[in-house]
């Protein structure tokens, strides 16, 4: 598996090779991620894996910082699920000068954006960079960032870009908690507490389906997590095909949930279908 740190040499080792599948990462693989991969490698060609903790999308006081930078562990783990190449720039490789041309995605104060000032513009600007590096044919995304792929399915479309957006399922522990790199920085009790977030969610769909108002259900599932000692973001109702609130008779919904557990912010969604 080659590793290519540089924009001039990723030209030259994917030698205008067709159809490229992309797997944007900031690193610190988990299983959720090799998934991404396995999925990548049905999809037929190459497959590159790009690695790059991505300054622009944190804000103050988040943690880019302290992110944790695991490339040997993480090539390794790539290499074993059949991926070609790793492409981990340096942010000087991807960001070479002061003044940052950025992309400002809607719905970018909405859900995660309007905790996280910023961020989507980060997450859509890094990614289109990619996608002009790259140029693969297909790239995936997993859903437990459900604004995040929403937003970069909107973007891919609205500009043009001649690439298939495929969607990877969340990835579970046992208990039901979502895979993601920020588990890690859960206390032994935090994790033991965290699973909670999905069985709320899957607790607000049951209430949903029985035709709950969209606000109780909010309520009810905000108040579950605050219970338990959880710092709630946000609990919203969305619907799967605007990302706003939905209209009545739009029974394809999402609940989305951000939530913190000690200084650990976890995110978590379902689907739900209301008939
Ligand atoms: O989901 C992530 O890990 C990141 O937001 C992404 C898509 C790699 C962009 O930095």
């Not at 600007?125 to 790259?134: A, G, Y």
């Not at 937003?151 to 908690?177: H, S, V, W, Y």
């Not at 709320?200 to 029985?210: D, F, G, I, W």
């Not at 619907?239 to 976890?266: C, F, H, K, M």
Request: aromatic fraction near 6%; charge should be negative; charged fraction near 20%.
């Amino acid at each position: 598996m080659d590793r290519i740190f540089n924009a001039v040499d990723l030209r030259r080792a994917l030698g205008g090779a067709e159809g490229t599948v992309l797997v944007p990462t900031m690193g610190n693989l988990h299983e959720g991620h090799i998934d991404l991969v396995r999925q990548a490698r049905q999809a037929g060609g190459p497959v590159v894996t790009s690695i790059f903790v991505n300054p622009l999308q944190f804000g103050q006081g988040e943690d880019f910082e302290c992110y944790p930078r695991t490339l040997e562990a993480d090539c390794d783990k790539l290499a074993a699920a059949g991926c070609d190449l790793v492409f981990c720039p340096s942010v000087t490789e991807m960001y070479p000068e002061t003044q940052t041309f950025t992309v400002h995605p809607p719905l970018a104060d909405q859900l995660c954006g309007a905790h996280r000032p910023g961020h989507f513009e980060g997450v859509c600007t890094v990614v289109l960079k990619l996608f002009n590096l790259v140029q693969p044919a297909q790239a995936i995304f997993g859903k437990k960032d459900y604004q995040q792929l929403y937003l970069l399915k909107a973007m891919t479309r609205q500009f043009n870009l001649p690439i298939r957006i495929l969607e990877g399922e969340t990835i579970r522990a046992q208990d039901g908690l979502a895979l993601s790199s920020r588990n890690g920085y859960l206390t032994e009790a935090e994790r033991a507490e965290a699973p909670r977030l999905y069985q709320v969610l899957q607790a607000a769909a049951v209430r949903l389906k029985q035709h709950d108002t969209l606000a109780r259900v909010e309520a009810w599932a905000t108040d579950a997590l605050q219970q338990h000692g959880w710092n709630v973001d946000y609990v919203s109702v969305r619907s799967r095909n605007s990302l706003l609130t939905p209209e009545n008779g739009d029974g394809q919904r999402v609940i989305l949930a951000a939530a913190r557990l000690g200084t650990t912010r976890l995110i978590d969604n379902l689907e739900v279908d209301v008939d």
